[in-house]
């Protein structure tokens, strides 16, 4: 009987990881998984897009489609263009690197690349390992966003990740790395859904947005408990 039981089970085994791998080259080659990547794509992007909007930024969209068979280009690599109508270029210079609200009030256009590595940490290893990262920086990306700018001035170039080391030493590696390759500014995604859930009304219906409908939602039903922001704590 427990030989019995033995080779039953070995064939179940057996059975359920021939239909798993089945399943998963279906799953990988029938576009399913591409668009589960360009679907999870988009949400990172629109953290950032919502996130400008708050703080009164104009947003575009740099190219709407999705490369898939091939490798980008550098200007593909840019995924918003930002422009601050309420901002002069003066005082662009008093502006940290790890960005915050206050710091993007005073930028009055800029280029961003987003990077919605969530399981990863912006370490100056994985900065190093990875030339795709910096590819939006190169001259003939940067100049396609200039001539959108007509009327001139510095166009900063932001970084949107999930964040840098905690060690104090690691972290400076990365932040100067990230400036050493021609990144002005950064913006960490915790920071980002902190400071959208500071500004949502729970009183405020967002039927346009999904994410700020959700957040709402959230704090309604004290998921969220300002000003601690545990759900999005660094």
């Known amino acids: 009987v427990a030989m019995t039981s033995f080779f039953l089970c070995f064939i179940y085994d057996c059975v359920v990881k021939f239909f798993a791998q089945i399943a998963f080259f279906w799953w990988k080659n029938s576009g399913i998984s591409t668009i589960y990547i360009m679907y999870m794509a988009g949400i990172d992007e629109n953290i950032v897009r919502e996130y400008f909007e708050i703080n009164g930024f104009l947003v575009r969209q740099f190219y709407k489609y999705q490369v898939q068979s091939r490798k980008k280009r550098a200007d593909e690599e840019i995924d918003l263009v930002v422009y601050n109508p309420n901002c002069s270029d003066a005082g662009q210079n008093d502006i940290g690197f790890v960005l915050s609200a206050q710091d993007i009030s005073k930028i009055r256009q800029a280029v961003v690349s987003v990077k919605g590595w969530h399981t ?75 400071n959208i859930a500071d500004s949502i009304e729970v009183n405020n219906n967002y039927v346009k947005s999904d994410l700020l409908q959700t957040i709402r939602i959230l704090k309604n039903y004290n998921m969220l408990r300002l000003p601690q922001m545990e759900l999005f704590d660094r």
């Open 120 to 194: 990863s940490t912006f370490s100056a290893a994985i900065l190093n390992s990875s030339d795709e990262i910096f590819k939006f920086l190169q001259k003939n990306a940067l100049k396609r966003v200039e001539s959108m700018f007509q009327q001139g001035g510095k166009v900063f170039k932001i970084l949107a990740i999930p964040s840098l080391p905690k060690n104090r030493s690691e972290r400076q590696k990365s932040v100067n790395l990230l400036k050493s390759k021609g990144v002005d500014g950064i913006l960490t995604y915790p920071h980002m859904l902190r």
